[in-house]
Structure formats: structure tokens, C-alpha cells
């Protein structure tokens, strides 16, 4: 069973570029899950999706933009990136959208200097 | 929105100690997970453990859903458990998402 995986690993942004992060759920997995760490904080919500739609997003401002395609797997979408936007991000899969174990993959590292 | 809060922020033990991290909600939960997050940033998943006691090896974990907490137990620990432990529930206060606590910093000497 393939476990979560994260591309790329690493990413060195200029401050007003656009980014897109990827994500391939664990196999039998419909629901993926987007986080941004900060340095020293635990990981904050950023949206879910769940059979392609958005189903529920945390205090994220509209630049930060999401899809998630017939196999599951996702994209995070940046746009105008700001200093503030430097974190790890992780993606977790679960078998529904409540109630059900989630398993991260291992986040890309974000800087935008 | 649901709280999260995890104690004590930061630990430090000699190999061989045990230890306790607590962590407190502030609604019921659909699930309540605990991860460590090794010094690369990935999250490994401990233990799915919205009510009950469950084990595995040197950890066990208990959560006491009526009185809403969760304790973790670390018990012989060694220098590969040093890292940060976290608390994530989810709720239906919280929507879909994950709601972590601030994380209890453990580091073990040998």
C-alpha cells in the first residue's frame, strides 16, 4: 500500500510568484486535506476536498486555491505569495471526510524570500 | 471554536524515563489522533483513539472522552523518541478540519 506522497520537497518562491503544490493520496483514500505549519506551530487547516469539491476551509484568504482530480490526488495553488506564506505544507489523506484517520505525507518546505 | 491544548510544552528526560503528555479539548469528538513529527517535519501517526485505551510497544495512549482529555504514555524512552508530539481532534464544531494543539517538545538524553 503507497503511502502519501508530496512534490516537490523543497521550493524557493520570490514574493508575488504564484506556486502549486501536488499531493497523491494513500490508495483507497477519497479525501485529501491541505495544512501550513509555521515555524513552531502546530499545523493549521487550510481546505478539504472530497469527491472533487471543496468541502470546508479553515481562515485561509482566497489566494490560497485548491483541486482535486478523478484519482484523488490534489493540488494547493498559491498566488501573489507573500513573506508570511514561508511554511511546511502537508497534505493528509482519509477514507471520508469525518471521523476517520488521517495520514500526512512528509510536506513541502516553502520559502518566499 | 474547539480548544486543543497540550501539557507540559516542552520535556526533557534521561533515556530510560517514562513519561506522561496530556492533552485537553473543549467539545466532543468524532477523532482524536496523536502524532510525532520527526526533526524533517513528517507526521507519523501514533494512534487513532477517539475513546478507550490502546497500545503499541512502549507507547499506549488513553482518552477519556466524557472528560474530555487524552493521555499519552511514554514509557523506557530512548533518543528516538525526542521530537514533537501533537494532538489533532476533529469535531463537528470544527467542520472537516483537523484542529492541532501547540505540541508538547520532548527531548531525550542518552
Known amino acids: 500500500e503507497t503511502g502519501v506522497t508530496q512534490s516537490p520537497t523543497h521550493l524557493i518562491k520570490t514574493r508575488g510568484q504564484q506556486v502549486t503544490l501536488r499531493c497523491s493520496s494513500q490508495s483507497g483514500h477519497n479525501t485529501v486535506s491541505w495544512y501550513q505549519q509555521a515555524l513552531g506551530q502546530g499545523p493549521q487547516f487550510i481546505f478539504q476536498?472530497?469527491?472533487?469539491?471543496?468541502?470546508g476551509r479553515g481562515n485561509f484568504p482566497p489566494r490560497f486555491s485548491g483541486l482535486q482530480f478523478p484519482n484523488y490526488s490534489s493540488e494547493l495553488n498559491v498566488n501573489a505569495l507573500e513573506l508570511d506564506d514561508s511554511a511546511l505544507y502537508l497534505c493528509a489523506s482519509s477514507r471520508a471526510p469525518q471521523g476517520y484517520e488521517q495520514y500526512f505525507g512528509p510536506g513541502t518546505r516553502l520559502t518566499v524570500t | 471554536g474547539i480548544q486543543v491544548e497540550q501539557s507540559p510544552p516542552d520535556l526533557i528526560l534521561q533515556e530510560g524515563a517514562n513519561s506522561t503528555l496530556r492533552c485537553n479539548f473543549s467539545?466532543?469528538?468524532?477523532?482524536l489522533q496523536w502524532f510525532h513529527q520527526n526533526p524533517w517535519g513528517q507526521l507519523i501517526n501514533l494512534f487513532y483513539?477517539?475513546?478507550g485505551t490502546k497500545q503499541n510497544g512502549r507507547l499506549s495512549a488513553t482518552t477519556v472522552a466524557t472528560e474530555r482529555y487524552s493521555l499519552l504514555y511514554i514509557s523506557s524512552s530512548q533518543t528516538t523518541d525526542s521530537g514533537v508530539y501533537f494532538c489533532?481532534?476533529?469535531?463537528?464544531?470544527?467542520?472537516?478540519?483537523?484542529?492541532f494543539g501547540k505540541g508538547t517538545t520532548l527531548s531525550v538524553s542518552s
Open positions: 467539545d466532543s469528538v468524532n477523532n
Open positions: 489533532a481532534v476533529d469535531s463537528n464544531q470544527a467542520g472537516t478540519a483537523l484542529i
Open positions: 476536498y472530497y469527491r472533487e469539491e471543496e468541502n
Open positions: 483513539i477517539p475513546s
